[in-house]
């Protein structure tokens, strides 16, 4: 057993299956391996002998075949520093491993590939991509070439291969050299001593000039080429803050950036929503105004009360008519124009118009975010996924787009957390609390929630007992004709619901400090909970108070425009209120902070409670878009504004967050907030208000009429009478609109298709955890192949 071992494990001899606890089988079965691995490589041996008979002798010495004495010395002896306990034979079969012997030998390697250039240029046509090796790293054992070769050697071999790569062309010289498993200095210098050039954009000189006509042609391509490349740069700067937004990701990371990315992405919806506004039913409105005059003067205060002048403006549903706004007879002209014009070729019905393009938004609305937030799980939550593997923190964790100092020493801090996360679970995992610990941490989270859902419980309390309170001051005073006050009695309520936002969670950081939660991550996901909670459950008492029976009673003259001013109003004070926090809970804080402890450490950008305040204040504009809907508009002016304050006290005020943040998983988290409580607690909102909420009498396009809904009805009505060859619509519309079966025929659909994905969702993740069990058990079996075979040479 001299000489140097070589085989491979793999299935040359199906048919024969021995049990691995058979000494002998085994012994004769790698014995059998052995001898074909040895006649394999005497033929091949003997096939390069026969290519490189008609060469020089420099050429015949790359078939020369010596023992690797010195490269085995060496992997024996890494071998036996790591497994002391193995014999000679078993440290030499285990440095004949793929693993252990490719790149070790560069001599080996070049001998190598100048044999494959030799047969490549020998072909009279480029062979096929299927036959080309899918290996870039091929095996050394089964042609057995020499891994000891000297220098002189290497030598003599890098210039034979050099040669034979100056005879093949210029494609297949590229894709060989691309192949090599060499390092990149060594494949540049191949490659320049091959074509006689240095570098990848300079061509090799010619000695006759090129003609007029491909000059011209060279010059319009590199022309033409040029302008893409232009153009695509162009493309990329003239996206919405493309160099803000790479300053963020520089010097704080993706975490950050995921703030004002989302911040962007709610600019996009409003933006969405206001143009198809404009465009079907404020610049219609615009165009065709209502005879009535607004007697009212613009004092100011109507930028944060929204009511007085703007009351009867375009901002809000009661300015809208509800008659076809281009019909002479229905703008209430004289009766000799209205008969001069009897027919309008367009007409356009304001209130079906209303309907419709709300409608409309919502839908395209609820696609988008549908869309964006399955794209999100898509990218975040890959089926397989492993978010709590050491392997994966340790190389994969690492936040590319940090640049600063302060950014990089706190995101490694950050990775240092993770792996103590996972480390700690699983010692949590093999080493539980006992009983008493146990109890003791229960009783902290119970009391903890208690009291969380005891501040909702009581903010809650308050705000519908203040609201009802303003609402019978404000109802007195417009029975006396004060107006003293009365407006700026109106900031009452929405200054008590934008204290309450600002205040509760700093209390709930306090309970997360006194919890001591297992992770920061869980942290995070507590602290989020309960201010959506707080926020949600505020605004649902709103919704309530806005549509109850004393809201829209006869006290009212147009409940919807009063609903639109409280919104408005609500939207305007979280705007002063996140200014209010900018200031003292960043900028004074960072003062105090570096006077008090002499030095720069900063505040930290709390991404959770800011992304939170921009759903509350999106969730206000989609439930104000039916009763005001020039609301959009001062969302897209707020969030503009907010973007550039956020940043300018960011850079100077505010430092990375020390918590643990994966930018990808809090994106999909933000979409999903956004689309399940906001956007779904919005769409109920404005569904039960078409559906069952009796319009004003005296104001806005479905005046006089018992439900908004019902004015889609009449219009299918009118539309049967006007055209009988119509009739399938209002089929349609009876049948799979007014009709409930249909609409629980999709829901079923939509849910057997849910449930469906679900099902394929987790065959797959089982599919994925036994092939990790099979890869698991294919490295055992081989330990144990390695354990018997040293066993057998024990003997």
Same mark, same amino acid.
């Given at each position: 057993?001299?000489?140097?071992?070589?085989?491979?494990?793999?299935?040359?001899?199906?048919?024969?299956?021995?049990?691995?606890?058979?000494?002998?089988?085994?012994?004769?079965?790698?014995?059998?391996?052995?001898?074909?691995?040895?006649?394999?490589?005497?033929?091949?041996?003997?096939?390069?002998?026969?290519?490189?008979?008609?060469?020089?002798?420099?050429?015949?010495?790359?078939?020369?075949?010596?023992?690797?004495?010195?490269?085995?010395?060496?992997?024996?002896?890494?071998?036996?520093?790591?497994?002391?306990?193995?014999?000679?034979?078993?440290?030499?079969?285990?440095?004949?491993?793929?693993?252990?012997?490719?790149?070790?030998?560069?001599?080996?390697?070049?001998?190598?590939?100048?044999?494959?250039?030799?047969?490549?240029?020998?072909?009279?046509?480029?062979?096929?991509?299927?036959?080309?090796?899918?290996?870039?790293?091929?095996?050394?054992?089964?042609?057995?070439?020499?891994?000891?070769?000297?220098?002189?050697?290497?030598?003599?071999?890098?210039?034979?291969?050099?040669?034979?790569?100056?005879?093949?062309?210029?494609?297949?010289?590229?894709?060989?050299?691309?192949?090599?498993?060499?390092?990149?200095?060594?494949?540049?210098?191949?490659?320049?001593?091959?074509?006689?050039?240095?570098?990848?954009?300079?061509?090799?000189?010619?000695?006759?000039?090129?003609?007029?006509?491909?000059?011209?042609?060279?010059?319009?391509?590199?022309?033409?080429?040029?302008?893409?490349?232009?153009?695509?740069?162009?493309?990329?700067?003239?996206?919405?803050?493309?160099?803000?937004?790479?300053?963020?990701?520089?010097?704080?990371?993706?975490?950050?950036?995921?703030?004002?990315?989302?911040?962007?992405?709610?600019?996009?919806?409003?933006?969405?929503?206001?143009?198809?506004?404009?465009?079907?039913?404020?610049?219609?409105?615009?165009?065709?105004?209502?005879?009535?005059?607004?007697?009212?003067?613009?004092?100011?205060?109507?930028?944060?009360?929204?009511?007085?002048?703007?009351?009867?403006?375009?901002?809000?549903?009661?300015?809208?008519?509800?008659?076809?706004?281009?019909?002479?007879?229905?703008?209430?002209?004289?009766?000799?124009?209205?008969?001069?014009?009897?027919?309008?070729?367009?007409?356009?019905?304001?209130?079906?118009?209303?309907?419709?393009?709300?409608?409309?938004?919502?839908?395209?609305?609820?696609?988008?975010?549908?869309?964006?937030?399955?794209?999100?799980?898509?990218?975040?939550?890959?089926?397989?996924?492993?978010?709590?593997?050491?392997?994966?923190?340790?190389?994969?964790?690492?936040?590319?787009?940090?640049?600063?100092?302060?950014?990089?020493?706190?995101?490694?801090?950050?990775?240092?957390?993770?792996?103590?996360?996972?480390?700690?679970?699983?010692?949590?995992?093999?080493?539980?609390?006992?009983?008493?610990?146990?109890?003791?941490?229960?009783?902290?989270?119970?009391?903890?929630?208690?009291?969380?859902?005891?501040?909702?419980?009581?903010?809650?309390?308050?705000?519908?007992?203040?609201?009802?309170?303003?609402?019978?001051?404000?109802?007195?005073?417009?029975?006396?004709?004060?107006?003293?006050?009365?407006?700026?009695?109106?900031?009452?309520?929405?200054?008590?619901?934008?204290?309450?936002?600002?205040?509760?969670?700093?209390?709930?950081?306090?309970?997360?400090?006194?919890?001591?939660?297992?992770?920061?991550?869980?942290?995070?996901?507590?602290?989020?909970?309960?201010?959506? %909670? *707080? &926020?949600? !459950?505020? @605004?649902?008492?709103?919704?309530?108070?806005? +549509?109850? $029976?004393?809201?829209? =009673?006869?006290?009212?003259?147009?409940?919807?425009?009063?609903?639109?001013?409280?919104?408005?109003?609500?939207?305007?004070?979280?705007?002063?209120?996140?200014?209010?926090?900018?200031?003292?809970?960043?900028?004074?804080?960072?003062?105090?902070?570096?006077?008090?402890?002499?030095?720069?450490?900063?505040?930290?950008?709390?991404?959770?409670?800011?992304?939170?305040?921009?759903?509350?204040?999106?969730?206000?504009?989609?439930?104000?878009?039916?009763?005001?809907?020039?609301?959009?508009?001062?969302? %897209? *002016? &707020?969030? !503009?504004? @907010?973007?550039?304050?956020?940043?300018?006290? +960011?850079? $100077?005020?505010?430092? =990375?967050?020390?918590?643990?943040?994966?930018?990808?998983?809090?994106?999909?988290?933000?979409?999903?907030?956004?689309?399940?409580?906001?956007?779904?607690?919005?769409?109920?909102?404005?569904?039960?208000?078409?559906?069952?909420?009796?319009?004003?009498?005296?104001?806005?396009?479905?005046?006089?009429?018992?439900?908004?809904?019902?004015?889609?009805?009449?219009?299918?009505?009118?539309?049967?009478?006007?055209?009988?060859?119509?009739?399938?619509?209002?089929?349609?519309?009876?049948?799979?609109?007014?009709?409930?079966?249909?609409?629980?025929?999709?829901?079923?659909?939509?849910?057997?298709?849910?449930?469906?994905?679900?099902?394929?969702?987790?065959?797959?993740?089982?599919?994925?955890?036994?092939?990790?069990?099979?890869?698991?058990?294919?490295?055992?079996?081989?330990?144990?192949?390695?354990?018997?075979?040293?066993?057998?040479?024990?003997?």
């Amino acid at each position: 057993m001299a000489h140097t071992l070589s085989f491979t494990f793999g299935p040359e001899n199906a048919s024969q299956v021995s049990s691995p606890y058979d000494e002998g089988a085994v012994h004769d079965s790698f014995h059998q391996l052995i001898q074909e691995q040895s006649w394999l490589a005497e033929q091949e041996m003997v096939e390069m002998q026969e290519m490189t008979n008609a060469t020089s002798r420099g050429r015949e010495n790359l078939a020369y075949i010596t023992s690797p004495a010195r490269q085995t010395e060496v992997r024996e002896a890494e071998q036996a520093e790591e497994h002391p306990d193995f014999s000679s034979a078993t440290l030499r079969i285990l440095a004949s491993m793929p693993s252990r012997t490719i790149g070790r030998s560069r001599g080996a390697i070049l001998s190598q590939y100048y044999n494959r250039t030799a047969r490549l240029r020998r072909r009279s046509t480029r062979p096929p991509l299927q036959e080309v090796s899918h290996s870039a790293r091929p095996s050394l054992r089964q042609l057995g070439i020499d891994l000891d070769s000297s220098r002189e050697e290497e030598d003599a071999k890098r210039t034979l291969l050099v040669k034979e790569l100056q005879s093949l062309p210029a494609s297949q010289r590229v894709n060989m050299l691309q192949a090599m498993p060499l390092s990149l200095a060594e494949k540049r210098s191949l490659r320049q001593d091959s074509s006689g050039y240095s570098g990848t954009l300079k061509k090799p000189k010619t000695t006759a000039p090129l003609s007029r006509c491909s000059r011209l042609k060279y010059y319009i391509i590199l022309g033409f080429r040029n302008l893409w490349y232009s153009w695509l740069s162009l493309l990329h700067t003239l996206q919405p803050w493309y160099y803000s937004l790479k300053q963020i990701s520089g010097r704080f990371g993706s975490s950050i950036l995921s703030y004002f990315l989302f911040l962007k992405t709610l600019i996009m919806f409003n933006l969405f929503i206001f143009l198809i506004l404009l465009v079907f039913v404020v610049g219609m409105q615009a165009t065709y105004p209502p005879t009535t005059s607004n007697n009212e003067t613009f004092t100011g205060l109507e930028l944060f009360t929204g009511a007085g002048y703007f009351s009867h403006t375009l901002m809000y549903y009661g300015y809208y008519s509800n008659v076809t706004l281009n019909d002479p007879c229905a703008s209430g002209s004289s009766i000799t124009h209205c008969q001069q014009s009897q027919d309008v070729h367009l007409p356009y019905n304001m209130p079906l118009a209303y309907l419709f393009v709300v409608g409309v938004s919502f839908i395209v609305t609820c696609i988008l975010l549908v869309y964006s937030m399955s794209r999100s799980f898509g990218e975040s939550y890959r089926v397989g996924s492993a978010s709590g593997d050491l392997t994966v923190k340790v190389f994969c964790a690492w936040d590319y787009k940090v640049i600063q100092a302060r950014s990089v020493r706190l995101q490694s801090e950050n990775i240092c957390t993770q792996l103590k996360e996972c480390l700690a679970e699983r010692r949590s995992k093999s080493h539980p609390l006992n009983m008493w610990k146990r109890l003791r941490r229960l009783v902290v989270l119970l009391l903890a929630w208690m009291i969380s859902l005891g501040t909702v419980l009581g903010c809650v309390i308050a705000v519908y007992y203040f609201s009802e309170y303003i609402y019978e001051v404000h109802h007195d005073r417009l029975t006396r004709s004060v107006q003293t006050g009365n407006e700026a009695l109106l900031l009452a309520l929405p200054l008590l619901v934008s204290l309450i936002n600002l205040l509760m969670p700093y209390m709930y950081n306090l309970l997360a400090a006194w919890e001591k939660q297992e992770s920061p991550v869980l942290e995070v996901y507590v602290a989020i909970c309960r201010n959506l %909670i *707080l &926020k949600m !459950v505020v @605004l649902g008492l709103l919704c309530y108070h806005w +549509l109850s $029976r004393k809201a829209t =009673s006869s006290k009212i003259t147009c409940w919807e425009t009063f609903v639109g001013q409280e919104l408005y109003r609500l939207v305007m004070m979280d705007f002063i209120f996140t200014l209010l926090d900018t200031f003292f809970g960043e900028l004074i804080w960072r003062m105090i902070l570096e006077r008090k402890k002499q030095s720069k450490q900063r505040p930290e950008f709390d991404i959770a409670r800011n992304v939170l305040e921009l759903i509350y204040g999106q969730t206000l504009t989609w439930l104000g878009v039916f009763f005001a809907p020039i609301l959009p508009a001062v969302q %897209i *002016l &707020k969030l !503009v504004l @907010l973007f550039y304050i956020k940043k300018t006290s +960011l850079m $100077r005020n505010c430092q =990375s967050p020390s918590k643990p943040w994966r930018a990808s998983h809090m994106s999909t988290i933000f979409i999903t907030l956004l689309c399940f409580p906001s956007f779904l607690g919005a769409s109920i909102f404005l569904s039960y208000t078409i559906w069952s909420v009796k319009p004003s009498e005296r104001c806005g396009p479905f005046q006089s009429l018992p439900t908004v809904y019902d004015s889609g009805k009449m219009w299918v009505t009118q539309l049967e009478k006007s055209n009988p060859n119509l009739s399938w619509f209002t089929w349609i519309h009876q049948h799979m609109i007014q009709n409930t079966f249909f609409l629980f025929v999709i829901s079923g659909i939509l849910l057997s298709v849910i449930y469906l994905n679900i099902q394929v969702v987790k065959g797959q993740r089982r599919i994925i955890s036994l092939l990790k069990e099979q890869i698991a058990n294919e490295g055992e079996d081989k330990t144990f192949l390695i354990q018997k075979l040293h066993a057998v040479y024990g003997k």
